[in-house]
């Protein structure tokens, strides 16, 4: 189908890679189809309160080694459960989405690109379902996507966390200390698995695993009559102790995202450990440095692969779906398949097993591996 009108948005938390999509988009629209490139700004925000920007060729030059997006985005503004803050705190919830769809038609839209993680892509299907014809672009730091061998931005926080890594063992093995570091990834525990892994730390605990803190703490331990008396620990914000709670920071029925903040866990296991040994520990919580910066080649690549992509399957009029990076290809996913979904890393996952088979502490004590 001749596309004259695309609109692309990006929603949720940044990430680095989103502007190579944006640009990939952007060029391939106008290159190949000769299509005028709607971006809307603040994410779903920009689609319900019409706040747009023309993208062209000149306008997304040099953005490809950017990090954020030039969109702007929030993970505040689904258009479904339109969250507003009364003056008491309280959150009253309003259904806005006619106000989404009003303003893709006033805009003459083909086709509207959603670039997202979970919750912004089951938007985009829920919009496709009121008629907007929507591809999905999946992009989050977490990895945590079904349907989809990684998502952008995932690789380039493994780099940031497995660099952090790198420095604290250095000043860990000086001074003789325990080392915290803790990573993001919602629920899931791929950048803490992967960091680790890449960054050589002795214990990781990540939220699949619920850790036994004697088990951590005896790891130690033996490190330190080994003659290591110094552990490298990389531990995922929503990683628990067994019999513990994740840690909250802010509860989701307080927040305008509807969803809990998390972090704190790296604190509360460094008091833990002190509560069992003598040596000295500390916490570094690497927050949103992760999410920042240059986005990886890998990251500019798989970006631009499935924005590329995304243009072509809208031509081919194949709606409703996500372009799926399927090792070595670009595929299409149903978007229906993804809703509610989030992909957690498998008990069985050969990278536990990797893990553990060299030693790796991963918060218990695998039968072949003491
Ligand atoms: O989903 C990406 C992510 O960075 C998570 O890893 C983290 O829990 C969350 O977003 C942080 O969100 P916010 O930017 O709202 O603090």
């Not at 990684?150 to 000086?174: E, I, K």
């Amino acid at each position: 189908m001749k596309l004259r009108n695309v609109g692309i948005l990006t929603g949720g938390g940044d990430c680095p890679g989103l502007n190579a999509v944006i640009r990939a988009v952007t060029r391939a629209a106008i290159i190949e189809h000769g299509a005028k490139v709607i971006g809307i700004e603040g994410g779903f925000e920009g689609l319900i309160f019409r706040r747009t920007q023309e993208l062209t060729v000149r306008s997304t030059r040099d953005i490809l080694s950017l990090g954020g997006t030039i969109l702007g985005t929030t993970n505040k503004g689904n258009p479904f459960e339109w969250r507003e803050q009364n003056e008491d705190g309280s959150v009253t919830v309003h259904d806005l989405s006619f106000r989404a769809v009003e303003t893709f038609r006033e805009l003459q839209l083909d086709c509207l690109f959603v670039v997202g993680g979970e919750g912004t892509l089951e938007i985009g299907y829920k919009l496709q379902q009121k008629g907007i014809p929507v591809i999905g672009i999946p992009k989050t730091i977490d990895n945590d996507l079904d349907k989809t061998d990684y998502t952008f931005g995932f690789q380039t926080a493994v780099q940031v966390a497995c660099d952090a890594l790198d420095r604290l063992a250095t000043t860990g093995r000086s001074h003789h200390r325990v080392m915290i570091l803790e990573v993001m990834g919602r629920t899931a525990g791929w950048i803490a698995l992967e960091s680790g892994l890449a960054g050589g730390a002795h214990i990781i605990l990540i939220p699949e695993i619920p850790y036994d803190i004697e088990s951590v703490v005896n790891k130690i331990s033996l490190r330190t009559t080994g003659g290591s008396p110094y552990s490298i620990i990389v531990v995922a914000e929503g990683a628990k102790a067994i019999g513990g709670d994740v840690i909250v920071q802010e509860a989701a029925t307080n927040r305008l995202q509807g969803v809990p903040q998390l972090g704190g866990i790296g604190y509360h296991l460094a008091n833990q450990i002190k509560n069992h040994i003598d040596l000295e520990v500390r916490c570094t919580v690497l927050g949103h440095i992760q999410r920042g910066g240059t986005p990886t080649a890998f990251d500019r690549v798989l970006g631009t692969r499935l924005g590329s992509h995304a243009v072509q399957a809208a031509a081919e009029g194949r709606f409703g779906t996500m372009v799926s990076l399927r090792t070595p290809d670009i595929v299409l996913v149903p978007l229906k398949e993804l809703a509610g979904v989030v992909r957690h890393v498998p008990l069985d996952s050969q990278l536990i097993k990797c893990a553990e088979s060299i030693g790796i502490n991963m918060g218990r004590e695998p039968e072949n591996c003491r």
